[in-house]
């Protein structure tokens, strides 16, 4: 997380397909990134910032996805946990 969204690291994979319920503007992200050689071979080639950790979970997961429990902190909790903790 940074003050101005959240950062997929490079190196990171998405996966290689999307489900048909996906919503329409995750899909378009989805293809934006592979079409701008963001994403190649399903692999962020370099660090890339999106609004927010449940938009680059969507995109990432290829499906809806809620950020504040998809994504993991190295002690195993998830963002959500780690701000109720602040």
């Known amino acids: 997380m940074t003050s101005e969204g959240f950062v997929v690291f490079k190196g990171s994979k998405i996966a290689s397909t999307e489900v048909p319920s996906m919503p329409e ?17 399903f692999e962020f080639n370099q660090d ?3 609004s927010s950790p ?7 997961m290829g499906r809806s996805a809620n950020g504040l429990k998809e994504w993991k902190l190295k002690d ?10 602040d």
């Open 25 to 41: 503007s995750f899909k378009k992200k989805r293809a934006q990134i592979i079409n701008e050689k963001i994403v190649i071979d």
């Open 48 to 50: 890339y910032l999106f």
């Open 54 to 60: 449940s938009t680059a979970a969507a995109v990432v």
């Open 76 to 85: 195993g909790s998830n963002l959500g946990e780690n701000e109720q903790k």
